[in-house]
């Protein structure tokens, strides 16, 4: 069912007097459901659980029982009972016609027509249009109503009984009806009530009072219970205990915040006075309600999201997957933009976990583009998408990437920065047996250490900083569990020496002999000294690419320098290694020099190439072994895995760096504006047009010199240039949005681990991905109107107190 007709269907069922059932998917209340809906365990007083009486439906302040007509009619007047009475006709009134929403698709008659919005304008004589407010649509009989004779007239007539749906001859119905006596008699009736409404002059205004104030009760009551909510919902805290009931040990933190707010606030004092007084059943305490709170909170978060990437109009995918505590394969949807209210800034949010049953290119990319069409994304206006390197993610052919280009070429895929870099350092890890073996050694000694509290405190007498274990899933150990050692290896080979003495088992003990002859030795500590560089010359690069606001000319300039610092560091950094481990094996007692192993000669089947010189020199050999092994796999797996990054930075480069563009020849810049032109067209479409945007750069000559993408696009926001530079404000724009790095996807995954615990493993997808958009995106989720999410929840279903 279409989205709008499913929630407008929601939004019309209500209450049939006639029958005494719920009709929002509540139906058949009895004395074991909770008036909420939900099971008896929502129910919240501590003491027995009472039957609810029919003052639960409206709470009054002098709790008297009103009639079953005093419950909310519903919107659509096919479903208005057939006696309104005046507590009907003052509701109905004041709450006014019933607005389609936007977009509502009619249904279409027999006939092939339907019902159009513009019906509801009458043509006057001068051109002008005056609104039919009287002019209702009942999505029930697919018919409209006249809001006023339904109300106050007495003649039995169509547009009253079962609504007129003839569309062909509307119009001539509409001018004939509009025009009688009967209908100008009951249209000055509902004008007058209304009036009298909003100044407050009717007759019963004593009770209309009461009403209000009732009203203003839970709504108060409600803006607690929402503020609770966020509380708990952005800090990662669980909601519920083992009890539902409240003044219990263990009902959970959301019961408890509404208990110690109790202590303080007259408001929910009252509130929480009636429920365990047993004076009403009506709570909207229990954990049905809470699930529904969430989700209404992050709906709204995701439309307000919604509402910036359209008002941006260019966004670009970042997607991520993860096995969940439960063993669901979440995928993680962020989405980057470039606001430019009240200035220029990059933006990313996040949309909510997808659970993924398949984690091929061709699931994962259906699985996107049917979450960017339920939210009313259009995915035409995509222009990048960014992921890890895998093959699933980046396939040139059965990718997601590869798939999502072929139904929008404009969507430029750009790797993840922070993924390549660390497997740049990966690659290099391998590329040498020293360097596997001087790993695995440093692991060895986290193991030692750790396996026993009695070692690991033999470790904390002697160093300042533990040691650290590494993993290639966190980017950041391998060099803290480098840095560990390097700085304090005389204190870690003290320790190794004391564990021998100490420990008692024999294997322990072997393995601390072993491990401080490995620490001591020269080979070992010029390895560590040359992965602490490297380690620290890529790290640093890591760490800016992770920023969320990163751009392309700012990564680019990144790795280049990165590629700058390893040649340097290539040239002479060995021999600087092993300077440094020289005067550090003066002060361990060490010599230093490094142990000669035998050279073992093998067979080999006869070859026009002769075999290398084995290297004699033990110095010389770990040079060319280890150092130069370690740095070249580095810097030629910099060169080879950002290679999709550089063509991206290419394609765009005229937009980064406007000091180059000065000195461009006309030729040269004629060629690049038409290749982005090329760029950013799909089916015939361009984004900018490139011989218009060559001469609006030609022209920024005599403009104040920018240097970045962003302070260029920030100087034409303050200066109002838009119109001035129109195609080279949309470049910019498209520039800035391309993402270079999936972190904030995988900095999700760390709120995944916060919301569904072991002890929380069994929530459902809906509540995770609502609990997550909320943490998430706590920014935009306190930015939003209490009075909005009331509004929300009191129009999703029908309600047992006036809201």
Known sequence: MDPLKSKLKNYLFRYQPSTSQWMAGETNVSASTSVTGSPPADVVPSPADVVPSPADVVPSPADAVPSPTDVPSPVDPALWPEHITDTDRLEIVRRGPFKVPEGFSFPKGPDGRAFHINLQLKSLPNKEKIQRSWLVYSAKNNAVFCFACKLFGSKIIKLTETGYGDWSNINICLRSHEGSPDHVKCMLKWKELDMRLKKNATIDQQALALMEAEKKRWQDVLKRLFSITLSLATRNLPFRGSSQSLYQQDNGNFLKEVELLAEFDSVIQRHVAKVTDEASRTHYLGQQTQNEIIQIISSQIVQAIVAKIKEAKYYAIILDCTPDISHKEQMSLVVRIVELVPKPDIKEYFLGYMDVVETTGLNLSNVVLDKLRELDISFKDCRGQAYDNGANMKGKRQGVQARLLKQNSRAVFVPCAAHTMNLVISDAARSSTDAIGYFGYLQRLFCFFSAATQRWDILLKHVKLTLKSWTDVRWESR????????????????????????????????????????????????????????????????????????????????????????????????????????????TLNIEPELKKKRLRSTKKQFGYEAPDEPLNDAQKRLEVDFFNRVVDCALLSLQERFETLSQVRDTFGLLLDFQKVHGMSKEDLHKRCIDMEKTLTDEGEADVDGLEMMQEIINLAQLPLQTTAMEMLTFLHDNNLQEVYPNLWVALRISLTLPVTVASAERSFSKLKLIKTYLRSTMGQERLSGLAVISINAEVAHSLSYDDLISDFASRKCRRALL
């Open 479 to 586: 060099l803290q569990s480098v840095m560990a050692v390097r700085s304090q290896v005389k204190e870690v080979r003290e320790a190794l020496l004391e564990a021998r003495q100490t420990v008692t088992e024999p294997v322990a003990r072997s393995e601390a002999q072993s491990l401080a002859e490995e620490v001591g030795s020269f080979r070992f500590i010029i390895c560590t000294i040359v992965w602490a560089e490297v380690l620290s010359v890529t790290n640093q690069v890591n760490k800016l690419l992770q920023s969320s606001s990163v751009q392309l000319d700012i990564a680019a300039s990144l790795i280049e320098t990165a590629k700058a610092s390893l040649t340097k560091y290539r040239q002479s950094g060995f021999s600087e290694a092993i300077a440094t481990a020289t005067e550090l094996c003066e």
